[in-house]
């Protein structure tokens, strides 16, 4: 398996403007975790999914930012209207049986709105 | 709530020389606990976990890492730094009860020559 794929790698925009990362998790795994990363708040778990359905929600900052998970293997996070505070890098995770259980990590898109 | 507390932000040491990061976990009731590496530019890598046993568990890359609940700690060692292990070292407990997972702020490992 190729491991979470997480596009693009990189992406800049202008503040206002829409932006939406990708998340391939690995086959079979059931749980998907969108994380954020800066250097002031470290590793936040935005929201996390089983079975395509969203679990816990409780770390999305604000209205602006949207997961969706149409499909086992794809999901999507949404940020309208982006701000330069959302900077950061955003990591897509997968595991097998749940929030505890080993997660998987892909590369993480950085995130840089001007 | 439970809490997983990294107590060093960074630290050095000589390329050869041992190592020992700390980690200190909330009690949890069926507490799963994890060591991450991130290298610079890349997602995190799992370096070991502990769910149950033997509380001296074996990782990748020569490390390990000792669970000692009188302490609440599980701290990871390796014997002999590699320049290469240069890098931010994160410690994580799962709550199998709660299906939940808290991250530690890291520790940035810098490897002088």
């Known amino acids: 398996d190729a491991g979470v794929i997480q596009s693009p790698r990189h992406e800049v925009t202008e503040m206002g403007q829409e932006v939406t990362l990708r998340c391939k998790p690995i086959?079979?795994?059931?749980?998907l975790f969108w994380y954020r990363q800066t250097m002031m708040r470290g590793l936040e778990l935005l929201i996390y999914?089983?079975?395509?359905?969203?679990?816990?929600d409780s770390g999305m900052p604000e209205d602006r930012f949207s997961a969706k998970m149409p499909n086992a293997s794809f999901s999507t996070l949404k940020i309208q209207p982006s701000e330069p505070r959302d900077s950061a890098v955003y990591f897509c995770?997968?595991?097998?049986?749940?929030?505890?259980?080993?997660?998987?990590f892909g590369p993480g898109t950085r995130l840089t709105v001007l | 709530a439970q809490s997983v507390t990294q107590p060093d932000i960074h630290i050095t040491v000589s390329e050869g020389a041992s190592l020992e990061l700390r980690c200190n976990y909330s009690?949890?009731?069926?507490?799963?606990l994890f060591w991450y590496v991130q290298s610079p530019g890349q997602g995190l890598q799992l370096l070991l976990k502990?769910?149950?046993?033997?509380?001296l568990v074996q990782g990748i890359k020569g490390f390990e890492a000792e669970f000692k609940r009188s302490q609440s700690s599980f701290n990871l060692r390796k014997p002999s730094v590699h320049w290469s292990d240069a890098a931010e070292y994160f410690c994580?407990?799962?709550?199998?009860?709660?299906?939940?997972?808290?991250f530690g702020a890291g520790t940035r490992l810098t490897v002088k020559p």
């Open positions: 995770a997968s595991s097998f049986s749940g929030a505890s259980d080993t997660q998987y």
């Open positions: 086959s079979g795994h059931d749980y």
């Open positions: 999914f089983n079975n395509n359905v969203p679990i816990d």
């Open positions: 009690y949890g009731a069926t507490p799963y």
């Open positions: 502990y769910f149950s046993g033997d509380t």
């Open positions: 994580a407990e799962g709550d199998y009860n709660n299906n939940d997972m808290r």
